[in-house]
């Protein structure tokens, strides 16, 4: 059985840092890439950064580039996603997604398998 479980979410002033963990398990899934998205009320999930089976290419959505950055530990069965100096226009819920053909890294559809998510809240 396939999981994903996301943490690490919380409220924080806006300038402030997060870690947000996915932790995976079933399946191999350290033979899939992972990516994080942001979903808010009435919007479509997000991209925002992706990571190969191996760890060898991030990818990562334009506007946050220089402030997220993601990573993995295989071992550890575990995918990282951290976050710097966050803007009250960071407010999303997080999720994390595992997907074992990826064409295009920052398409929802090209995933397999979501996590719950994790609420990241970004006061001012």
């Known amino acids: 059985q396939v999981q994903l479980v996301e943490s690490g979410g919380g409220l924080v002033q806006a300038g402030g840092s997060l870690r947000l963990s996915c932790a995976y398990s079933?399946?191999?899934?350290?033979?899939?890439?992972i990516a994080w998205f942001r979903q808010t009320p009435g919007k479509e999930r997000e991209f925002r950064a992706a990571?190969?089976?191996?760890?060898?290419?991030?990818f990562y959505e334009k506007s946050v580039q220089g402030r997220v950055t993601i990573s993995r530990v295989n071992v550890m069965n575990t995918v990282y996603l951290q976050l710097n100096n966050l803007k009250v226009e960071d407010t999303a819920v997080y999720y994390c997604?595992?997907?074992?053909?990826?064409?295009?890294?920052?398409?929802?559809?090209?995933?397999?398998?979501w996590g719950q998510g994790t609420q990241v809240t970004v006061s001012s």
């Open positions: 079933g399946r191999t899934l350290s033979n899939y890439a």
């Open positions: 990571i190969t089976a191996n760890g060898d290419r991030t």
């Open positions: 997604a595992a997907g074992g053909r990826i064409r295009a890294y920052d398409l929802a559809h090209e995933y397999d398998y």
